[in-house]
């Protein structure tokens, strides 16, 4: 049987999104307005709802069940205010809270209101392919602000690289990459490609590896107000498949030793501590990893367990 069930996107008020959260509310009540915003009489029974609050955090609800009434005191009378209602329990105080959101009144008294019986999923990610993502023509610019806005967020702002715009352009001219990932016009997260070269063969010294073939992680960073959505692995995971896609066969990057969350990812994703050296900016961990080992490693335990 074919699977109908859809994916909606709806803002939600703090207040009411914690209620869900919380399972203090269990309906939620809308109006399809005048100016045709949304119509809710097409939502149906395992439909998805994504709700996102002021701070860009995101839950999930499957729908129950959508009932419609002709008024807000009909539909209060007969589902109760108990698990509808996030601001009060008092009947008359909900009617006028309902009639108070802008077109609501209007909205109603032509096509009623819709009680929208909801079960918590839980909190919702994101992922890299739901934003839009700039790699080519990069304004250094903007890049360096959206660097620096987070930055000066950050405790330990001396953690995250801060290459002058000169020499991201040289980076850019030898072949280098940055990526910047948007939600609408606001900047998500970024990472970066810098072509290594025997430049890396004073860090790594390792022998027997054609430097030339291997991708250096420029600065990684998420804006504070998407952290805790695996955005950061992703993009490491995006990045090994560039490097692939270029013919490269090793990654490489640095980390300061007390980034403990950085070093953890960076770790996830296969590379490996090598060394410890003093740059000009600091004191940092070297990390090393083989593509082709990462990969094969997959395969063997794809096929094994294909077999078993």
């Known amino acids: 049987m074919i699977d109908l069930m859809k994916m909606y996107n709806f803002d939600l008020n703090d207040r009411a999104f914690n209620a869900i959260v919380n399972g203090t509310k269990r309906v939620e009540i809308r109006v399809t307005k005048l100016d045709g915003s949304f119509d809710y009489s097409i939502l149906n029974e395992n439909d998805v ?3 996102t609050n002021s701070k860009n955090n995101r839950i999930k609800c499957r729908i129950l069940k959508v009932n419609w009434y002709q008024t807000i005191e009909e539909l209060l009378t007969i589902e109760g205010t108990k698990y509808t209602l996030s601001s ?3 009947f008359e105080e909900g009617v006028k809270s309902i009639n108070s959101f802008e077109g609501y009144t209007e909205g109603m008294k032509k096509n009623g209101v819709y009680a929208i019986h909801l079960e918590y999923l839980g909190v ?5 392919e739901e934003f839009r993502c700039e790699s080519e ?16 967020r950050m405790e330990h702002p001396e953690w995250l690289g801060e290459i002058p715009k000169e020499g991201l352009q040289e980076m850019l001219d030898i072949g280098g990459k ?15 490609f810098i072509p290594s070269g025997e430049d890396a063969k004073n860090d790594l010294e390792i022998e027997g590896i054609d430097y030339n073939l291997m991708g250096d992680i420029g600065p990684v960073f998420v804006n504070f107000d ?6 950061m692995m992703q ?25 403990i969350y950085c070093a953890r990812n960076i770790m996830k994703n296969g590379l ?3 060394s410890q050296k003093t740059f000009k900016r600091g004191i940092r961990n070297i990390y090393y990893k083989e593509l082709w080992l990462v990969l094969f490693f997959f395969n063997w335990i794809t096929l094994f367990g294909m077999l078993l």
């Open 88 to 90: 009060t329990d008092d």
């Open 137 to 152: 023509n990069i304004d250094l610019d903007y890049y360096i602000e959206f660097r620096e806005s987070v930055r000066s």
């Open 235 to 259: 993009m490491l995971e995006m990045f090994d498949e560039y490097l692939k896609s270029i013919g490269y066969k090793y990654s490489m990057t640095t980390v300061h030793p007390d980034n």
């Open 226 to 231: 998407y952290l805790g959505n695996g955005l």
């Open 124 to 128: 919702d990610k994101y992922f890299l």
């Open 178 to 192: 940055i990526w910047i990932y948007y939600e609408g016009d606001i900047p998500v997260c970024s990472i970066m």
């Open 272 to 274: 490996e501590k090598v």
């Open 49 to 51: 709802i994504r709700f």
